[in-house]
């Protein structure tokens, strides 16, 4: 985006505007010098500061002239702790779901799980219990932030795989 003082008028890259009495193609910005910005007075906006996540902040921002300012206001915690121990449950029972048939046939046939199955299982209740604990005890957004950072275990069935991309000539 860019910013004309003399006008009090923001441009935005891609759209087409006018400057006493010239129409310029919406193209315009994208390709020209920054000496033909510059001769028209256009100035690009930059920002004073940064946005926070909005998952965990009400973000808005103000421009004042070249300048954008974001104001970020925290969310409600107890929602966002709801919302987020609600994810995890469903993340976990999701990573369990493709291996239940494992257990009811245990279950009903008297047949083990394999063991690497009921130890990857443990680790994803384990994994979501955790967390759900760290979520519970945050007391503030930047608490909250660190305690669902989770890594989970990864299915005994699970290959690790390095992809390496050459370029086709």
Known sequence: MFYREKSDQYINEGSSFAIDGTTYPSTWLNMTSPEDKAALGLVEVTSANSPEDDRFYWVSDTLSGAVRTYTNTPKDLDPLKA??????NQTAYTMLLPSDWM?????ETSTPVPADWGTYRAAVRTTAGTTITAINAS???????????????NDPNYIAVDVVVEEIR
């Open 139 to 153: 007391t503030t957004i930047a608490e909250l932030q660190t305690a669902i950072q989770v890594t989970w275990p």
């Open 103 to 107: 257990v009811v046939k245990g279950i």
């Open 83 to 88: 919302n987020w121990v609600s994810q995890i």
